[in-house]
T-cell receptor, first 116, second 113 residues
Framework: GAVVSQHPSRVICKSGTSVKIECRSL??????MFWYRQFPKKSLMLMATSNEGSKATYEQGVEKDKFLINHASLTLSTLTVTSAHPEDSSFYIC????????????FGPGTRLTVT | AQTVTQSQPEMSVQEAETVTLSCTYDTSESDYYLFWYKQPPSRQMILVIRQEAYKQQNATENRFSVNFQKAAKSFSLKISDSQLGDAAMYFCASRGSNYKLTFGKGTLLTVNP
């Protein structure tokens, strides 16, 4: 149980275009989903927290107009990188917390974004 | 705010031996959780072990155990009988009342056959 999927696993897009990454909780309802960014050989940096049906809360320094987050249902959150640039290339990971308010976050397998 | 510090960028251990990864943290909260996550080359984050701050007893999961020193704000991970599959990046993390995870910079563990 407690499986989180991400789609796509890899994406290459051209500079200036937008790309959407989906995060789904497959066998549980996710009250809260988190989006992280990870540079090569670096730690995970929290970008934003999204709660179902409400606006996402962004961490300091994260451009909310560039990284649009939508959490329209208890099983789906999306991250859209708008007007992508090469510096947006990174590994993006989502995690989800269940409605049982447990301590644990379940992580997706990540999405590698390359902007050319 | 919470901070997590891992002072060992890389560690190595011989197969079947024991290794300890260090972690210190700082938090202003009285109720918090501490975690060790493993990230193998696949990049999938895997929970290794968790510790509730209100519990004095150190958590143990098979070959993995922690040494939780609350007063010193220290949370080290001991891996016993190391296996080749333990090779990965290990992240220490803390979680407060807002459910946000704060990660350390990670320790890359190499297991030598």
């Amino acid at each position: 149980g407690a499986v989180v999927s991400q789609h796509p696993s890899r994406v290459i897009c051209k500079s200036g275009t937008s790309v959407k990454i989906e995060c789904r909780s497959l066998d549980f309802q996710a009250t809260t989903m988190f989006w992280y960014r990870q540079f090569p050989k670096k730690s995970l940096m929290l970008m934003a927290t999204s709660n179902e049906g409400s606006k996402a809360t962004y961490e300091q320094g994260v451009e909310k107009d560039k990284f649009l987050i939508n959490h329209a249902s208890l099983t789906l959150s999306t991250l859209t990188v708008t007007s992508a640039h090469p510096e947006d290339s990174s590994f993006y990971i989502c995690s989800a917390r269940g409605t049982d308010y447990s301590y644990e976050q379940y992580f997706g397998p990540g999405t590698r974004l390359t902007v050319t | 705010a919470q901070t997590v510090t891992q002072s060992q960028p890389e560690m190595s251990v011989q197969e079947a031996e024991t290794v300890t990864l260090s972690c210190t943290y700082d938090t202003s909260e009285s109720d918090y959780y501490l975690f060790w996550y493993k990230q193998p080359p696949s990049r999938q984050m895997i929970l290794v072990i968790r510790q509730e701050a209100y519990k004095q007893q150190n958590a143990t999961e098979n070959r993995f155990s922690v040494n939780f020193q609350k007063a010193a704000k220290s949370f080290s991970l001991k891996i016993s009988d190391s296996q080749l599959g333990d090779a990965a990046m290990y992240f220490c993390a803390s979680r407060g009342s807002n459910y946000k995870l704060t990660f350390g910079k990670g320790t890359l563990l190499t297991v030598n056959p």
